[in-house]
């Protein structure tokens, strides 16, 4: 190989690298871009553009990596969610674009009084781009500390001044934050895999992802769900009393997210929603 070497001699010799991968070119190509501080379009309109030895050497050392299924996020340290751009690392869960649907049925609920929580905020992901979206408040909380640095550094990267809390699910709420607010509409990506869902679950989930983020129970995965609306009876004089309660499932949980919500929201209107595939996603609970 001649000293010279380029951007398109850089993603093939990482494609080959990855090639047990199902997304090598994608991967490689996304390295690429990452080392050489390059857009896809700079990379199209200049695949001859020399790569100094410093980065061909970051990429292939990145590149062993993805090798080992580290998530290509965490290499990035960014993942794309609605549109924006958000920090992650391996304190987080990846925002990924199921959760999207949660964020698409949440919408039509918020209005101008209303506060949105994010019960479980993660990256902030959620909480961010629903303010963002609405340009009303939002309060996250997390029982993660780390978690808690990640979001704050993404509302920051925003530039949206939102408040996270730290404690368990709607316990860390404080009465003050929902002063002079007349709705609620809460939102939660909990965990919500059981142990038998975890174990058949990506390599790259499995070994590198936050399994604190990922699992729920030894049961059906639902239990922090169940605690969440128990919540929402014990803090109803701290809430709004106009509450909208959506969270996400996987969708083998249909039957019992349902019988879940007819059992401790027997008053409430309940709904469910479909992702893009018609899967049950997004458990929906007005008046609740």
Known sequence: MSMLRTREQLAAHLTDRLSHLPYA????????????????????????????FDGWHRAVRLAERRAGHEPLAYLLGVREFYGRSF??????????PE??????????FVDDQSLIV???????????TLAAQTGRPAVGTDRSRRALRVARRNADRHNLPLTF??????????????????????????PYLSHDMF??????????????????????????????????????????????LLFE??????????????????HATRTMRTDLAGCPRVVVLENV
């Open 99 to 108: 959760t999207e649907h949660l964020v698409e049925h949440a919408l039509p």
């Open 118 to 128: 994010d019960v479980g905020t993660g990256s902030g992901a959620i909480a961010i």
């Open 165 to 190: 809390r730290y404690g368990h699910l709607l316990d860390a709420i404080h009465p003050h934050d929902t002063y002079n607010h007349s709705r609620a509409v809460i939102v939660a990506n909990l």
């Open 199 to 244: 174990a058949s679950s990506p390599k790259e989930v499995r070994e590198w992802e936050p399994t604190v983020a990922l699992i729920s129970d030894a049961n059906d995965g639902l239990d922090l769900y169940r605690e969440l609306m128990d919540q929402l009876h014990i803090h109803r004089h701290t809430l709004p009393k106009d509450r909208v």
């Open 249 to 266: 499932i996987d969708p083998r949980q249909q039957h019992a997210a349902t019988k879940m919500a007819r059992d401790l929201a027997p």
């Open 25 to 52: 070119a994608h991967d490689a190509r996304q390295l690429v871009l990452h080392v050489c501080g390059c857009t896809q379009e700079a990379f199209i309109c200049a695949p001859d553009a020399p790569v100094t």
């Open 87 to 96: 920090f992650v690392n391996r304190s987080v869960l990846i925002p990924r």
